[in-house]
C-alpha cells in the first residue's frame, strides 16, 4: 500500500545517514509491495509545518518507519490535536517556532521536509504576510539547516506554480500562468520563489534538494472550515445543509488521498532526485461531481447551492505524473470514494459535525 522507495539518499556530514544506491532514477519499485528500507527507520528528521493536515500524517509515517521526528511549527494553521497520537513518543519533538526566524536544531538531521505555509485560500487570504515569509525566509531558514546538517531537503510546493494552467494535464516542465498580483499571488508567488530559493541551494551551494508540487490532498484531519471544497462539503453535507459549489462547478479538481501524497512525499525524499515532480491523483473530477459524490456518501438530501466564483479559481487541474511514475515508482492507489468515505467517517466523530 505505501508507495515508498530504496534510493539515494543524501550523506549527512553530521547525520546518521549512509548513501544508498541511485536506484530510483531508472527502477520501476511496484509501489504496492515496496517499504521503507532499513537505512531510513535509523534517520533523524526536521518536518516544518508538521502539525498541520498533511505535516502531522507525514510525522506519524516517519514515525512508523522508525525515524526520529522533530516537528517544527508555530500552530498558525496547525493543532496540538493533529499531533496528539505523538504524545509520550520518545523519538517526537515538537519545536514551536516560527520558520521564518533564523532557528537551529541540535543534532543530527538527516532529512528536511518544508512544509510549514498556510495551504488553504482562507488562510492564505488571512495571512498574506506570513504565508510569503514561510514561503521566502522559512524556505531559506530550512535550506540553511539542511546545508549545516548535510541533509537532504524537500521542498512542499504546489499545484499552484501552474495558476489558471493553459496547459492540461499539467507536467512539470510547464511554467505556469499566474497572476502575480491577484487574490492568490501571496501563496503562488511565494511557492515559485521558494522552488527558486531551493533550486539555487542545490546549484550554488550543492544542498541535495527535491521539489514536489502536490495536488490537492484531502482526508482526515482538514479543519472543517479551511475553505477547500472537501471539507466544506462534508461539513455541509453532514450538517443538512445546502452544498455551496462555486460557479457553475465545472471546474475541476484532482483530488489525492492523504495517505498517497505522503507515500510520494516518501519516494521522492528516498530518491535521488531534485525535481520537480508531481505528486497527485490523475483522476480529474468537477466540483460539482464532487459535491454530488460526497453527498451520496453522508446519504444527505441537502441540496446543491451554486455560489459566485472565487477570482483566479483554477478552471482546470490535473497533474501528469508520468515522471513520478517513472522516477520515483509512486502512484496513488486509494480510490476517490474509499479515500472519501474514510474522510466522512473521520469528520462525523467530530464534536461539530455531528
Ligand atoms: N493540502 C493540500 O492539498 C496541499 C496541496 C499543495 C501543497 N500543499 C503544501 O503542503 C504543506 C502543508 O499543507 P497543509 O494542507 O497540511 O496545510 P496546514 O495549514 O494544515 O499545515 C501547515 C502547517 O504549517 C504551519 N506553519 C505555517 N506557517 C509557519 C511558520 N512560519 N512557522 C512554523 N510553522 C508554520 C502551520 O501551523 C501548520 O501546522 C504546505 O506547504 C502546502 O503549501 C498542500
Known amino acids: 500500500m505505501r508507495g515508498a522507495t530504496t534510493g539515494e539518499k543524501g550523506t549527512g556530514e553530521k547525520g546518521t545517514g549512509e548513501k544508498g544506491t541511485a536506484e530510483t532514477d531508472t527502477a520501476e519499485t511496484d509501489t504496492e509491495e ?9 534517520r533523524r528528521a526536521v518536518v516544518t509545518g508538521g502539525a498541520g493536515f498533511v505535516g502531522s500524517h507525514l510525522c506519524d509515517r516517519l514515525r512508523e518507519e522508525g525515524t526520529e521526528v522533530v516537528c517544527v511549527d508555530n500552530l498558525l494553521t496547525g493543532s496540538i490535536g493533529n499531533i496528539a497520537a505523538r504524545s509520550g513518543d520518545a523519538g517526537f519533538q515538537l519545536d514551536l517556532r516560527d520558520v521564518s526566524e ?31 515569509r514561510a514561503g521566502s525566509h522559512g524556505t531559506a531558514n530550512a535550506l540553511d539547516l539542511a546545508h549545516r546538517k548535510g541533509a537532504r531537503f524537500l521542498l512542499a510546493s504546489t499545484s499552484e506554480v501552474y495558476g489558471d494552467p493553459l496547459v492540461h494535464p499539467q507536467p512539470e516542465t510547464y511554467w505556469g500562468n499566474v497572476n ?15 522552488e527558486a530559493l531551493t533550486t539555487a541551494y542545490r546549484a550554488a551551494l550543492g ?3 527535491v521539489i514536489v508540487r502536490l495536488f490537492n490532498t484531502y482526508g482526515p484531519r482538514m479543519r472543517p472550515k479551511d ?9 455541509q453535507a453532514l450538517a443538512g445543509e445546502p452544498l455551496t459549489v462555486a460557479g457553475d462547478g ?51 438530501a441537502s441540496p446543491i447551492a451554486f455560489v ?18 517513472s522516477a520515483l515508482g ?15 467517517d473521520w469528520f462525523s466523530r467530530l464534536p461539530a459535525a455531528g
Open 330 to 344: 509512486w502512484q496513488p492507489v486509494v480510490d476517490v470514494d474509499k479515500g472519501l468515505a474514510m474522510t466522512i
Open 308 to 325: 459566485d466564483r472565487p477570482a483566479d479559481d483554477p478552471g482546470l487541474r490535473r497533474p501528469d505524473i508520468g515522471l513520478a511514475r
Open 180 to 194: 502575480p498580483v491577484g487574490p492568490r499571488s501571496q501563496y503562488d508567488e511565494a511557492k515559485r520563489y521558494a
Open 207 to 209: 544542498v541535495d534538494t
Open 102 to 132: 533564523p532557528f537551529d536544531v541540535p543534532g543530527p538531521v538527516d532529512l528536511v521536509f518544508h512544509l510549514a505555509s498556510p495551504a488553504s485560500p482562507h488562510d492564505y487570504a488571512r495571512h498574506p504576510l506570513e504565508t510569503l
Open 34 to 42: 515496496a517499504d521503507m528500507d532499513g537505512d531510513w527507520r535509523a
Open 227 to 235: 475553505g477547500r471544497a472537501v471539507p466544506t462539503f462534508i461539513t
Open 250 to 300: 465545472s471546474q475541476t479538481r484532482s483530488l489525492c488521498y492523504v495517505d498517497d501524497t505522503v507515500s510520494g512525499i516518501l519516494a521522492a525524499a528516498a530518491s535521488g532526485h531534485p525535481g520537480p515532480v508531481n505528486i497527485g491523483n490523475p483522476v480529474e473530477l468537477s466540483v460539482l461531481d464532487v459535491a454530488r459524490r460526497i453527498r451520496a456518501l453522508c446519504g444527505s
